[in-house]
């Protein structure tokens, strides 16, 4: 349960600072929402699980593009996948 609570939080950092941080300094926001989320793996006693979230959440960033160049390609099928992860 607290992997999958880590998977979405994960995901949705991501997206949130897709979202609203320019793109010029998306990299910081990554960097510091991913430090963010390992401290707070740290804290809870499930950095295993929070690494595993955080690989989770960069897959999610190359395989969801903001842009619609691949979206059209790839549907929705990593929803897919973080559903059935969550599931597990």
Same mark, same amino acid.
Do not use: D, G
């Given at each position: 349960m607290i992997l999958a609570g880590f998977l979405l939080l994960a995901v949705g950092a991501a997206d949130l600072v897709r979202q609203f941080v320019p793109r010029a300094r998306q990299w910081i926001g990554y960097l510091t929402v991913g $430090?963010?989320?390992l401290v707070l793996g740290t804290v809870s006693g499930a950095l295993l699980a929070m690494i595993a979230a955080l690989a989770v959440g960069? $897959?999610?960033?190359w395989l969801?593009?903001?842009d619609d160049s691949r979206r059209s390609l790839l549907g929705f099928w990593p929803a897919v996948a973080l559903a059935a992860l969550c599931a597990i």
């Open positions: $430090l963010l989320l960069a $897959l999610w960033v969801m593009p903001a």
